[in-house]
């Protein structure tokens, strides 16, 4: 290997070989020694590579690196409603990515980027020098790692931070595989994407969202060059842990971008006289939905290994309006039942001392302004000074309060702030992040004292009857701004009433919106999905939907009367009654639905049998484990309990013509590249399901009579070799192919079909009935949205310690749940249609604003008579005695022989029933 180097050094000018001159010893030595190094260096560079070359990825997986990005949940249409994992990562493609930035960049860490094949011998040099100097003990901040674009990208994606020569010779091996696989371009784009910035962001995006709250586009020359010099220390240099080295080094980048003519000197002045803007932004959400997200989650946990870094991105079946309205719904519902129930007080008081400065503070401003009035020949009202004017503190005092304030947790329109001053129209207090406002006393005449549930304190008529000075309230910030003054806020507190609100499309079951209580972060527990409470008198319309199956008509009379149950574990006879303590005597079903009567509800279900009710309301899919086996089962009380996705479902079936369909909010799961990896394919109430079923299987019949088979090139003929029919190919391949693809795209799945587990007449029959609920009864504060397609059913527990609306039309089906979390009672004058309802009406005013109204088509096999209202019985009068009923064919009376003046027997009632 030496014998051909040896012989070009001794070759003379004249092409003939010289002999050794014993006479330059020295300058043989230096040769043959420079000959023996150069080799050696070649065997170990070629041995560190056959050595280092396994230990590397290959180039090629840098064009599928996977960024490490959270799980983010989607609305149906794409807004943004929740995001899970530690990285926050936005892609940028680098079209997009500002000029300015992608020079800071290279000017900074790698001005040699387009020049060089991954390694930059300037830059290894100042490494070698940086390693030399640690040798000998010197430690300079400004020796940092010059490694090239390529390798920082090599060191990001496949190995660690730790600092080592094996490490740094395997970034060299792979960066010159990188360059020979990726375009400049291409490195570049995914060095932006990929390099971490601190505060969990990782990729110029990201930062740029997390420091400054905006997308990179929208950044200043000073804040892109800020970014671009927080890579060198993401989390000891960034501008929110480091402020000062931050400064200097966004001055850095700033002068090498001068240097290097990528700004101009007007610019680098204007960007090197810039403050330091940068603060932490938490991603903003489109559309805050916590409950859904969390739902979400758990419903794809486990399907993948990397869920909250592999960039997946979970479409929901969440409709934007409609779940914004319902959470503002829910929310005002709430707030209003709370007000109207009292002030509670104020969540704590500061201590002592610090009343004592904010009234020494106080009285010391009030003596100064009155001096200052009286030289000044100006008369000073009480109201006017010094609520409004002087509203500073020390700022010791300040930021003592201000502490205080942070030690609790603040929550949407509701912000703790602490009372400065009371005086009798007004209060000046000081919130959490937000600074001083007024409380004006005519916003706050709500805030009687809270004694119970059923009682509540005196009138309001001064503000000290509400706050004094210390204590610490919640403020809503959405009142009016005075310039002249401070802000005028609203007085509120946190409520202590839950509720929730879960919507569904009936003929698939999406669902639509859901809130599973009044705020996520306050209580995480979903009472949409978990909580397990009586359903009261919103059960009935099962047990009604029974009987109409058993033969009992709306037009049977029941009587409205008490009844005495005789029962040897009780102490006492037990004595059901109405809410109301009001007797009707002989009863309609039909209006015994709509007026909610309790004691007509058990006389039916003890007509039709306890067993036979729970065999058939079974079918809508409740969970019978808790369903008692006596009367109670008629009220929805006992030991009964749902969810109100239990009742949302189970209404599905009334709304959709008696089809039960599983609510479900996952409709597809993408990975990183868009690839769909799961797609919900729900049963769904369709009239062409079937058909398309059907011929979906036609189709793959007929290809197989006619010797199709699913990839004709790979088609074999008898012999077992693979042969290809030109005609067959082209019309399964070509012809086919384009006549279906309208009817049928080729990854779309065939709906399936929902089961029917209710005969549509009963369906009919008993939306008929619940639209009276709306028209005539309970319901009837939902007449204000000003449709005749509504029907649903007001549920109301014992005490009330649950209260319900659950309502639909053919579009949507809704329940509204209020209760307490220990289920205290409401109170007595709370019902279903005074808490929920009002929740509920406020919900699908804007939810059904789009949508029109489709009147109720009879289905066959239902007959419409007209009956008396008194006995229920047919009758040929057209007067306000009478109404037309609606009957299955099977169960309608004999019209002939009613008409004809036949008896028509009665119940026999005995004459406890009468007491």
């Known amino acids: ?126 490494d070698l020098i940086q390693l030399g100097a640690r040798m000998v003990g010197i430690n300079d901040d400004r020796l940092g790692g010059a490694s090239t674009i390529t390798m920082q990208l090599a060191r990001n994606v496949s190995f660690t931070l730790e600092r080592s020569f094996l490490r740094k010779f395997k970034e060299m091996l792979l960066s010159l595989k990188i360059e020979q696989e990726l375009t400049k371009q291409e490195i570049l784009e995914l060095y932006i994407n990929l390099v971490p910035f601190g505060k969990r962001a990782y990729g110029a995006q990201a930062a740029a969202v997390t420091y400054y709250g905006k997308s990179l586009e929208e950044l200043s020359l000073a804040q892109l060059a800020m970014l671009a010099g927080i890579p060198q220390r993401p989390e000891a240099g960034n501008p929110i842990n480091g402020p000062q080295w931050a400064l200097r080094r966004r001055n850095q980048v700033l002068s090498r971008m001068l240097d290097q003519e990528s700004i101009t000197r007007q610019e680098y002045g204007e960007a090197i006289a810039s403050p330091i803007t940068a603060k932490v932004y938490a991603r903003e959400l489109d559309l805050p939905s916590p409950y859904v997200a969390e739902w979400a989650r758990q419903k794809v946990l486990g399907n993948v ?49 610090l009343i004592t400065q904010i009234n020494q503070h106080y009285s010391s401003s009030a003596q100064s302004i009155g001096s200052e009035s009286t030289s000044a020949t100006v008369t000073v009202t009480p109201e006017e000074s010094p609520l409004g004017r002087n509203t500073s503190l020390g700022e010791e005092l300040t930021r003592e309060l201000h502490q205080r304030l942070d030690e609790l947790d603040s929550y949407e329109e509701q912000i703790p702030a602490v009372v400065l001053r009371v005086q009798d129209q007004s209060a000046l207090v000081l919130a959490s992040d937000l600074g001083f406002g007024e409380l004006q006393l005519a916003d706050s005449r709500w805030a009687r004292t809270y004694i119970s549930v059923d009682e509540r304190g005196p009138s309001v008529r001064q503000m000290s009857d509400i706050v004094q000075v210390g204590d610490i309230v919640r403020v809503n910030p959405s009142g009016s701004e005075n310039a002249e003054s401070a802000p005028t806020w609203r007085l509120t507190q946190l409520p202590d009433i839950q509720g929730a609100l879960i919507a569904m499309d009936p003929q698939s079951g999406a669902v639509r919106a859901l809130v599973g209580g009044y705020d996520f972060y306050r209580d995480q527990y979903n009472y949409a999905l978990q909580a397990q409470r009586q359903p009261g008198s919103g059960f009935k319309p099962f047990v009604y939907s029974s009987a109409l199956s058993r033969g009992v008509t709306p037009a049977d009379i029941f009587l409205d009367a008490p009844l005495v149950f005789e029962d040897a574990n009780l102490e006492s006879q037990y004595r059901p009654e109405n809410d109301n303590n009001r007797y009707n005597g002989p009863t309609r079903l039909r209006e015994a639905l709509y007026r909610s009567i309790n004691l007509v509800s058990m006389r039916v279900l003890l007509e039709i049998g306890a067993g036979k009710v729970l065999e058939d309301v079974k079918k809508f899919g409740f969970d019978m484990t808790s369903f008692p086996r006596n009367t109670q089962l008629a009220l929805g009380g006992g030991t009964m309990t749902v969810a109100p996705i239990d009742m949302v479902k189970a209404y599905g079936v009334l709304a959709n013509g008696g089809y039960l369909v599983e609510p479900h909010i996952v409709d597809r799961l993408l990975d990183q590249r868009g690839n769909v990896l799961f797609k919900t394919n729900p049963a769904t109430v369709c009239e062409d399901c079937g058909a398309l079923a059907a011929e979906s299987d036609n189709i793959a019949a007929s290809n197989t009579d006619r010797g199709v088979s699913d990839n004709p090139v790979n088609a074999t003929n008898a012999k077992g070799s693979a042969s290809v029919n030109p005609d067959t190919w082209l019309r399964h391949s070509v012809l086919d192919s384009w006549l279906s693809f309208e009817a049928k795209k080729p990854d779309q799945e065939t709906p399936l079909q929902a089961e029917q587990v209710l005969d549509e007449r ?154």
């Not at 869920?307 to 409709?319: K, Q, R």
Request: net charge negative.
């Open 1 to 126: 290997m030496l014998a051909p180097l040896l012989r070009f050094l001794l070759v003379t000018e004249s092409g003939q070989m010289k002999r050794p001159s014993p006479k330059h010893p020295v300058l043989r030595f230096f040769a043959v020694f420079g000959v023996a190094v150069l080799c050696t260096m070649v065997i170990g560079l070629a041995g560190a590579y056959i050595y280092l070359d396994p230990q590397i990825p290959k180039a090629s997986s840098f064009r599928n690196v996977k960024l490490e990005a959270p799980l983010r949940i989607y609305a149906k249409d794409g807004e943004l409603l929740g995001e899970f994992g530690e990285r926050r990562l936005i892609p940028v493609a680098i079209e997009d990515v500002p000029e300015d930035f992608i020079s800071a960049i290279l000017d900074t860490e790698d001005k040699r980027f387009y020049q060089h094949s991954g390694i930059d011998y300037i830059s290894l040099a100042n």
């Open 305 to 353: 290994p990397d869920l909250y870094t592999g960039g997946y991105e979970i479409y929901t079946t969440l409709d934007a309006k409609q779940q914004r309205e319902a959470a503002q719904a829910l929310r005002r519902g709430l707030i209003k039942y709370d007000h109207d129930h009292g002030y509670r007080g104020p969540e704590t008081q500061i201590p002592d001392v």
């Open 762 to 915: 009963n369906a009919y029959i008993m939306q008929s009935m619940l639209r009276d609920v709306i028209k005539l009864g309970t319901g009837r504060r939902a007449r204000t949205l000003n449709r005749s397609d509504l029907a649903g059913k007001t549920g109301t527990t014992n005490d009330a310690s649950d209260t319900w609306f659950n309502g639909f039309n053919h579009a949507l089906v809704a329940s509204v749940w209020v209760g307490f979390k220990d289920q205290q009672p409401l109170g007595r004058n709370a019902y279903g249609s005074n808490v929920p309802l009002p929740i509920w009406i406020d919900f699908m005013e804007d939810a059904l604003a789009d949508v029109p109204e489709m009147p109720m088509l009879q289905p066959p096999g239902v007959v419409t008579l007209r009956v008396d209202k008194r006995t229920g019985l047919p009758t040929t009068s057209a007067d306000n005695t009478t109404t037309n009923e609606v009957f299955l064919a099977e169960f309608a009376p004999d019209v002939s022989s009613t008409l004809s003046g036949e008896e028509t027997p009665t119940e026999d009632i005995r004459s406890v029933d009468l007491f």
